[in-house]
């Protein structure tokens, strides 16, 4: 108990379910259960953790969880709330609704794998995906991280899936591998697609 008085950060796992299937997913070997997070779970969180200022919510997907919006609004009273998604059911928001969860969101850090929705088979969805990340973008795009997963199918891509985001506008990004950690070259590719991408943006500024 004392530690958690003590807690500024904190991870909170909303719910174990998804509205999609990855096939990295480490939930595909362990198991998933349907519990959701309730509001008194969460305001008796906040009172053990008096001093706590920044949330990160993930899941499963949680923004699948029915009270999700209640959840946030409760915990930005206190700090920061950061939330972790794929991105397909805020596609679903109208204009209005979109805007008030990004207000009331410090950044949303949404996971994405490839634009090659028609054959890439890892992750479904991508278009939707795709769709949340230029709203996101038209709202607030400093509210906006996509985390690239490196798979063993997408990694020699990376470099171009890096360099279209950018031109989407994304100003934050960031990579998860999620592969056998013994490929090394699995991470040459990733290095040298990093590398490319930041000669490829000085050239831009050069020409600007």
């Known amino acids: 108990m004392q530690k958690l008085k003590k807690c500024k950060k904190i991870l909170i ?6 509205n999609l299937n ?3 997913c480490f939930y595909r070997d362990y198991g998933r259960t349907t519990k959701n997070l309730t509001i008194d779970n969460i305001n008796e969180l906040l009172e053990k953790c008096p001093i706590a200022d920044e949330f990160y919510l ?3 997907e949680c923004f699948t969880s029915p009270i999700i919006e209640e959840i946030i609004a409760k915990l930005t009273q ?3 709330v950061i939330t972790f998604t794929n991105g397909v059911m805020l596609n679903k ?3 209005s609704r979109l805007v008030n969860v990004v207000n009331n969101v410090e950044r949303f850090i949404i996971s994405f794998d490839s634009f090659d929705f028609d054959n890439y088979f890892c992750r479904k969805k991508l278009d939707q995906t795709i769709n949340t990340i230029k709203r996101i973008l038209e709202v607030d795009a400093n509210k906006l991280e996509v985390k ?3 798979t063993q199918f997408n ?3 990376i470099e171009e899936i890096f360099s279209r985001l950018v031109n989407m506008g994304v100003k934050y990004l960031s990579v998860n591998f999620v592969f056998d950690i013994y490929n090394f070259e699995i991470y040459i590719y990733t290095l040298l697609g990093l590398v490319g991408l930041i000669f490829s943006i000085k050239g831009l500024k050069k020409q600007k």
């Open 148 to 150: 690239v997963c490196i």
């Open 58 to 60: 993930t899941g499963g």
């Open 78 to 80: 206190r700090g920061k």
């Open 22 to 24: 990855c096939t990295y």
């Open 155 to 157: 990694y020699k891509y």
């Open 13 to 18: 796992e909303v719910n174990q379910t998804c």
């Open 93 to 95: 928001y109208d204009e």
